[in-house]
C-alpha cells in the first residue's frame, strides 16, 4: 500500500508514536514529537486514536510545532458542541412519530465540526501524508477496531471522534464507525501490527466529573470509567502478550484540564516535552540495544 512505501525522510534511529484519547490534552504529544527529534529519534508511523487522532495527522504532516499549536487552537474550541440536534432530540422523545437513525443520531450538531476538519486538512489523503498515518475508529455493529490507513483525512477524525450520544456515526466502507476509544483507548495494537519494536505511546486517563448535575454529565461519567478501565486493562494484555518495547509517556498536569481548555495548549505541549525528556536517555538505550539484536525487517504487504 502507498503508505507503507514511504520512505523515511532521516537516518537514524526511529520509533512508532501511538496517540490515544484524551481531548485537548492529546496536544501534549506535539511535544513528546519535538523531544524526539531534538534527540535526532525519528517517527517511521504514527497511530492516533480519538481527539489522538488529530495530533496524529498533524505530526504525520511533519508541521512544525509552532503552526501544529496555531492549528489546535483554531480547531478545538467550545463552540463545536453547542448548537444542539433537535431533530435527534425529538426521536429520541418521540420515536414513532419522529423516527429514529442510527447514521444521523447525535444530540449535537456536527456541522461545524465538519467544517473546522476540511478547514485544517483540506483535501489531504491519509495515504499521502510524508510519515505513514494510521487513525483509528469503532465499528458500531461489533465494537471492532477499525484501523483506517486510507482516504481523506478530515473524514477519518470525524469517525474518530464520534463521541457517543454527542455526535452521529460515520459511514466508511459500510461500515457505521464511531469514536476510536470505545475498541481502545490507546491502540498500541496497531503498531504491534506492522512489525513495530519499539513503540512510545503517549496515553491519558479520562477526567472525571466534579459535579453530576446533568444527564450529560452522568454520561461523560460513565464514559470515562469505561473507557479508564478498558485502557489499564488493553495496555496489561499487551504488556504480557507482545514482545514489542514500548515506552509509556503519561505527562503530569498539576492543572486541571477540562475538554476545551484551548488556552492551555502551550501549557499542555510543554507538560508532554517534560514527560517525554524524562524517558529519552532510557529510549535512547532501548534503541541501541534493538538494532544490535535483530535487523531490519520489512513490513508485510497488506490489503487493507
Avoid at 483554531?74 to 419522529?98: C, E, G, H, M, Y
Avoid at 423516527?99 to 489531504?124: E, P, V, Y
Avoid at 472525571?208 to 444527564?215: D, L, M, N, Y
Amino acid at each position: 500500500m502507498k503508505a507503507d512505501a514511504r520512505a523515511p525522510r532521516d537516518e537514524g534511529p526511529r520509533v512508532s508514536l501511538v496517540i490515544g484519547s484524551g481531548s485537548v490534552k492529546c496536544a501534549a504529544a506535539i511535544g513528546v514529537a519535538q523531544v524526539l527529534e531534538e534527540a535526532g529519534i525519528g517517527i517511521d508511523r504514527v497511530v492516533g486514536c480519538s481527539a489522538g487522532a488529530i495530533f496524529a495527522a498533524l505530526i504525520a504532516q511533519r508541521l512544525d510545532p509552532e503552526r501544529a499549536r496555531e492549528m489546535t487552537v483554531q480547531l478545538w474550541t467550545k463552540d463545536l458542541t453547542a448548537k444542539r440536534n433537535t431533530r435527534a432530540l425529538l426521536s429520541v422523545l418521540a420515536p414513532k412519530i419522529f423516527g429514529f437513525s442510527l447514521n444521523r443520531f447525535g444530540l449535537r450538531d456536527d456541522q461545524k465540526l465538519r467544517q473546522r476538519l476540511r478547514d485544517a486538512f483540506g483535501d489531504l489523503r491519509i495515504e499521502d501524508t510524508p510519515i505513514p498515518l494510521h487513525i483509528t475508529a469503532t465499528d458500531f455493529a461489533d465494537g471492532e477496531l477499525i484501523e483506517l490507513r486510507s482516504g481523506p483525512v478530515a473524514r477519518a477524525i470525524r469517525a474518530s471522534v464520534a463521541i457517543p450520544f454527542a455526535f452521529s456515526p460515520v459511514q466508511i466502507d459500510g461500515r457505521q464507525l464511531v469514536d476510536g476509544y470505545l475498541s481502545d483507548p490507546l491502540p498500541i495494537s496497531v503498531a504491534m501490527k506492522h512489525g513495530a519494536r519499539v513503540i512510545v505511546a503517549v496515553g491519558f486517563e479520562s477526567p472525571v466529573q466534579e459535579h453530576i448535575g446533568s444527564a450529560g454529565r452522568f454520561a461523560f461519567q460513565l464514559s470515562s470509567i469505561m473507557s479508564n478501565n478498558l485502557l489499564r486493562a488493553r495496555f496489561s494484555f499487551h504488556s504480557v502478550a507482545h514482545h514489542s518495547e514500548v515506552i509509556t509517556i503519561i505527562p503530569e498536569f498539576e492543572q486541571r484540564i477540562r475538554l476545551f481548555d484551548t488556552e492551555k495548549v502551550p501549557y499542555i505541549i510543554e507538560a508532554g516535552a517534560e514527560a517525554a525528556r524524562a524517558q529519552i536517555d532510557y529510549l535512547r538505550r532501548l534503541l541501541a540495544a534493538d538494532v544490535q539484536r535483530s535487523p531490519t525487517t520489512q513490513e508485510p504487504a497488506s490489503s487493507t
